[in-house]
């Protein structure tokens, strides 16, 4: 069935640059997600990508896309301490009626002063 | 303002009552779902609805309903809450179409004695 895998936690210092990787199972999948959820918040949309594509970038967020190896991953240039938070990769298969995503279990980055 | 909204944000209750947790939205949009957030987990479907009078159960279903009263607003019900409904409730919203963005609001934490 569908699966999306994160790593758990992920500890950078400020400044650097973070990279959040995922991967998942569904090949059909069209669309993959990056949300970002802060403490006591809802779920924030930072950015997608579309399965024919290999990278997308927007300001200080990269997302690379290996379909090959159903790898996905996000980039975060110059990371600061409100980036602390965590970060779920999603991903929906336009053969499912429902249109649910199908997340991972989160990454939670804490970023050191 | 916000765009999606939900209420209560947090709520304690006992094992057997029945509660209903709200879903508004001014976005404007025709899909509305409700997903469930478990600890060290990602998001699970529970309802999902693409019109008013159009319900659909998602992966876990049992022990709740729904009602689409409106195409801005979309309620949860538990008839008779148990401690394992303990989690972090979610309402998003998205519009028809293939790339299923969908806006998150901000959560009701249910405690359930």
């Known amino acids: 069935g569908e699966d999306v895998e994160q790593s758990l936690f992920l500890s950078v210092r400020e400044g650097d640059s973070s990279v959040i990787n995922c991967t998942y199972t569904?090949?059909?999948?069209?669309?993959l997600y990056w949300y970002k959820q802060e403490p006591g918040a809802g779920l924030q949309l930072l950015t997608y990508?579309?399965?024919?594509?290999d990278m997308k970038q927007d300001q200080r967020l990269t997302v690379l896309l290996n379909k090959k190896d159903k790898h996905l991953s996000l980039r975060i240039a110059d990371t600061q301490t409100g980036d602390s938070a965590i970060y779920f990769c999603?991903?929906?298969?336009?053969?499912?009626?429902?249109?649910?995503?199908?997340f991972g279990s989160g990454t939670r980055l804490l970023v050191r002063p | 303002d916000a765009d999606v909204t939900q209420t209560p944000r947090n709520r304690i209750t006992k094992t057997g009552k029945r509660i209903m947790l709200e879903c508004s939205q001014t976005?404007?949009?025709?899909?509305m779902y409700w997903y469930r957030q478990d600890p060290g987990l990602g998001l699970r479907l529970i309802y999902y609805?693409?019109?008013?009078?159009?319900?659909n159960k998602g992966e876990i279903s049992d022990g709740y309903s729904v009602s689409r009263q409106a195409q801005a607003k979309f309620s949860l019900s538990l008839e008779s809450a148990i401690p394992n409904q303990t989690a972090l409730y979610f309402c998003?919203?998205?519009?028809?179409?293939?790339?299923?963005?969908?806006?998150f609001g901000p959560g009701t934490r249910l405690t359930v004695l």
């Open positions: 998003a919203t998205s519009v028809t179409g293939p790339r299923n963005e969908q806006f």
């Open positions: 569904d090949s059909s999948s069209t669309y």
């Open positions: 990508i579309f399965s024919n594509m």
């Open positions: 999603a991903e929906t298969n336009p053969m499912d009626s429902s249109y649910k995503l199908i």
């Open positions: 976005k404007g949009h025709d899909r």
């Open positions: 609805s693409f019109d008013v009078k159009d319900i």
